[in-house]
């Protein structure tokens, strides 16, 4: 049977518990304060420095080695509720079983030289962890450790895919016949729902089967350093990270308006990590070299995977385009590898300066995957690949500089500066593919597409100052530069600079008041913004203003500005106030602002497009993030009225805002002569010739979006010692409250275009999501000896979400629509819950 308890019931009882522990205690402590005290410190069992049985074990043990501590605590568990969402065990596991929840020994020789220290965590699940750890105090140590993270994504998958895996390649075949598979193909797409959505939904809906979404990330290895004498020592690591599991992957078929695929992708893949560093230290400098090798190993490099729609392949010359099966690639294998050097020196006049240089480069030659999987479309030799692959390679350059100093005898003036150069150069060559297709659906597109291999460079500087203005007032001042050096060819601003001043203060008048302040502002300039950078992702070219030029008439808006590369001013201000009155009482209270101001202004340049008349133009703004804003403030206080009570009370409000404009930008097609579509806002590449897509840049079609996540998050506690030394209850209670909006608005009612494209330009808002989470817990710890204790915990947990984006996901689509030909997993990656766990543990220790 399933109970539910509500929070109403859950805050009285937890209300009730606290009142009859606290007046129950309140009373025993009032009326026998010091002799009941005493007389519970007479009872409790006399601390055991080293327990009888550790000596026996000490002389039996080899090595000469002591045990010297030991830590177990192991129990039982009681798991009841809303426990099968994948919300509940997405990092943990959470079973009702007998478990450790951990375990450590720690072992010492009788020389007080050498030691061993083993440790795990959670062991024989798939959250473990162990850590084993051996050495020589001042000479070395060996660890080696291996630990799992479970990442479960959703149990509410169900897939028609059936899984293959062949070497390095995945296979995805749909439960269907041909024949089944055959029909699909050859009923209507006319109508809502279509046929052919109606007869695939119901494939899906009676064939396809559970499939669990989620993979562990296994990390295991080995350290070893080193003391080859006072001076030297070396160091050497290596790690091992595996990921294995099945994860949701979006795939499909033709460009957009293509049909959508969920896969259910299995992904299996490893990196080697290998370390070294080499030391030598002497008075007043040190210098270190070493370096590091990844290698990135790909365990499944292409899927491939049935076409829920056709059983058949064709070109798609003449229309309609059939493909039996797709395909898509994961990442590729890759290797790394860098080299650095480090040292310091210290200098007269109080000075420290240290620096570090490193140089890296990576590479990926893995073998390209042919366009296509469709054998009708692979044969047509232009799609014969340039190169075998990409040839890749990138090299990195990164040098530090930094100083500090306190030049002034008798004067507390301290200084310091750094600076901060990191140079990406890709290397890897431009590649030409005089052809394509787009997603394993013809026909062949003759299209020149080239590799974009993009560099940068960026150098960072600071300068502060500190200086004492009272005795209990600290002042710090600084200045900060960041430069970005991008590639001209595919970034829009070559280069950009920024500027930064910052100031805080530190002030404590006496030890029970401390107030800190600081204040950031910052100012980044940028060069000419060049749209058509990148001749894939621009609209016009408005420098030349001549028609002609016009590229991708869907692509980049040249009125866009991207954030990283916009005029921008911050302001970041961080507040903090820590009062004690009294040594039982604090409260801190905390304020925080990011403000980004982004340029909303252009100089008088004309961005109209031909055919525009001038009243039209005169709204010149950049699109693209207008302002964010997120700020926080809370307040934590912590107060113990008497040594065997104390509590604490928390709250935290959270508030980001992002202000972006944008503009719908409709593309009329197939229009037969320019006559025909002369309207104000809309272009066309030739005039009074035949054309076929002209695109309109209407000023009134320009929409604002504002989101808004905000995030409450209250705490209540306490501890409460029962009988001193013997029974103590622990008490807590967390809620946190997340919402996300997003409101769109037109800023001037669109009455430009068609009455088609006025509906597609006007704005409208979402409904609100909004997550919570209650955690409450009690735990009770008694003291059976000094060295034994058994704990009883109580915990629950509740977790709602409500999203419009994810709630109605079906197998075809949303479920509040009529069925499409679209095919997803049906999977609800975020899942309320609403768990009761109780534990029981014994824990031994000393």
């Known amino acids: 049977m399933r109970i539910r308890i509500g929070m109403r019931q859950v805050g009285g009882?937890?209300?009730?518990?606290?009142?009859?522990?606290?007046?129950?205690?309140?009373?025993?402590a009032e009326q026998k304060p010091a002799k009941k005290a005493e007389k519970a410190e007479k009872k409790a069992a006399p601390e055991e420095a080293v327990p009888e049985w550790v000596g026996w074990l000490n002389d039996r043990l080899p090595f000469g080695l002591n045990v010297t501590g030991v830590d177990i605590e192991a129990g039982g568990r009681v798991v009841g509720g809303d426990t099968d969402a994948a919300k509940f065990q997405e990092y943990r596991v959470l079973d009702t079983n007998p478990f450790l929840d951990h375990a450590r020994i720690s072992l010492e020789t009788k020389d007080k030289k050498r030691y061993v220290e083993f440790s795990t965590f959670d062991a024989g699940r798939n959250d473990q962890s162990y850590s084993f750890l051996a050495g020589k105090y001042g000479g070395y140590e060996l660890e080696i450790f291996w630990d799992q993270i479970p990442h479960l994504l959703s149990t509410t998958g169900r897939?028609?895919?059936?899984?293959?895996?062949?070497?390095?390649?995945?296979?995805?075949?749909?439960?269907?016949?041909?024949?089944?598979?055959?029909?699909?193909?050859?009923?209507?797409?006319?109508?809502?729902?279509?046929?052919?959505?109606?007869?695939?939904?119901?494939?899906?809906?009676?064939?396809?089967?559970?499939?669990?979404?989620?993979?562990?990330?296994?990390?295991?290895?080995?350290?070893?350093?080193?003391?080859?004498?006072?001076?030297?020592?070396?160091?050497?690591?290596?790690?091992?990270?595996?990921?294995?599991?099945?994860?949701?992957?979006?795939?499909g078929f033709g460009g957009p308006g293509g049909s959508i695929i969920e896969l259910p992708a299995p992904v299996f893949n490893r990196t080697h990590l290998g370390e070294g560093k080499l030391q030598f230290a002497r008075p007043g400098w040190n210098v270190a070299i070493g370096g590091a090798v990844s290698h990135f190993d790909q365990g499944i490099d292409n899927i491939s995977f049935d076409n829920p729609q056709n059983a058949t392949d064709n070109t798609g010359t003449p229309a309609p385009a059939f493909s039996s099966r797709g395909r898509t690639t994961l990442d590729p294998s890759n290797q790394a590898y860098n080299v650095f050097l480090t040292g310091g020196v210290s200098l007269p006049l109080r000075t420290r300066i240290t620096g570090k240089f490193s140089y890296g480069w990576?590479?990926?030659?893995?073998?390209?995957?042919?366009?296509?999987?469709?054998?009708?479309?692979?044969?047509?030799?232009?799609?014969a690949l340039p190169h075998s692959s990409l040839d890749g390679d990138i090299r990195t350059t990164l040098i530090t500089l930094n100083a500090t100093s306190r030049p002034i005898p008798r004067v507390p003036l301290t200084l310091s500066a750094g600076y901060r150069y990191y140079d990406f150069d890709n290397k890897t060559p431009e590649i030409e593919f005089d052809a394509h297709v787009v997603r394993d659906l013809?026909?062949?597109?003759?299209?020149?597409?080239?590799?974009?291999?993009?560099?940068?460079?960026?150098?960072?500087?600071?300068?502060?100052?500190?200086?004492?203005?009272?005795s209990n007032l600290n002042f710090k001042l600084g200045y900060e530069w960041e430069r970005w050096e991008r590639d001209p060819k595919h970034r829009e601003v070559p280069t950009s600079d920024e500027h930064t001043m910052k100031t805080s203060f530190d002030f404590t008048p006496n030890d029970w008041l401390l107030l800190r302040a600081a204040y950031r502002r910052s100012w980044r300039d940028i060069d000419k913004y060049n749209p058509q950078a990148h001749h894939q992702h621009v609209a016009l070219d408005i420098e030349a203003g001549d028609p002609a030029e016009a590229l991708d008439l869907q692509s980049q808006n040249p009125l866009l500005r991207k954030f990283d590369q916009a005029d921008r001013t911050r302001d970041r201000v961080e507040i903090l106030a820590s009062i004690t009155p009294l040594e039982t009482l604090n409260f801190t209270a905390t304020y925080s602002l990011l403000y980004d101001d982004f340029d909303k202004s252009r100089s008088p340049e004309t961005f109209g497009f031909p055919g525009q008349p001038a009243s039209l133009i005169t709204d010149t703004s950049p699109l693209g993030l207008q302002e964010s804003k997120g700020w926080s403030a809370g307040g934590d206080l912590a107060y113990t009225p008497?040594?065997?009570?104390?509590?604490?009370?928390?709250?935290?409000?959270?508030?980001?805002?992002?202000?972006?404009?944008?503009?719908?930008?409709?593309?009329?097609?197939?229009?037969?002569?320019?006559?025909?579509?002369?309207?104000p806002g809309c272009d066309f590449s030739t005039p009074d010739a035949a054309v076929s897509n002209v695109v309109c840049d209407f000023v009134d079609f320009n929409w604002r979006s504002v989101n808004r996540d905000t995030v409450d998050t209250y705490g209540v506690g306490a501890d409460v010692s029962l009988i001193p030394n013997r029974l103590n209850l622990k008490l807590s209670y967390v809620f946190s409250d997340a919402d996300t909006e997003i409101n769109s608005f037109n800023p001037v009612t669109p009455t430009s275009g068609t009455a088609a494209q006025r509906t597609t330009a006007t704005a409208f808002n979402f409904p609100v999501a909004n997550t919570n989470l209650h955690t409450l817990l009690a735990a009770l710890r008694y003291n059976l000896t000094k060295n034994l204790s058994v704990k009883g915990e109580y915990r629950w947990e509740q977790f709602n979400e409500t999203d419009w984006g994810t709630d109605a996901i079906g197998l075809s689509?949303?479920?509040?629509?009529?069925?499409?030909?679209?095919v997803f997993l049906g999977a609800r990656i975020v899942q309320d819950y609403d768990a009761h766990i109780g534990t029981f543990t014994l824990r031994y220790q000393f």
């Open 13 to 28: 009882a937890l209300a009730l518990a606290v009142a009859l522990s606290l007046a129950g205690v309140t009373v025993w």
């Open 159 to 251: 897939t028609l895919f059936a899984i293959t895996e062949t070497d390095n390649t995945a296979s995805l075949t749909l439960g269907l016949s041909q024949a089944e598979r055959l029909a699909i193909q050859n009923a209507s797409t006319t109508g809502t729902p279509s046929p052919r959505a109606v007869l695939l939904n119901g494939f899906l809906n009676s064939g396809a089967v559970p499939v669990d979404l989620g993979f562990t990330t296994s990390k295991g290895g080995f350290g070893l350093k080193y003391a080859l004498s006072d001076s030297l020592d070396f160091g050497v690591r290596y790690t091992y990270t595996e990921k294995d599991g099945t994860i949701p992957m979006g795939a």
């Open 362 to 383: 990576r590479s990926q030659d893995e073998p390209f995957v042919p366009h296509t999987i469709n054998p009708v479309l692979a044969a047509d030799p232009r799609l």
């Open 442 to 470: 013809g026909p062949v597109v003759a299209d020149t597409r080239v590799t974009t291999p993009y560099s940068y460079t960026k150098h960072n500087a600071r300068l502060d100052g500190s200086y004492p203005l009272l």
């Open 642 to 679: 008497f040594p065997w009570l104390s509590f604490f009370v928390n709250y935290t409000h959270e508030e980001f805002k992002y202000d972006q404009l944008s503009r719908s930008r409709p593309v009329i097609t197939n229009q037969p002569t320019a006559t025909t579509i002369l309207q």
């Open 813 to 822: 689509g949303l479920t509040t629509y009529p069925p499409t030909t679209n």
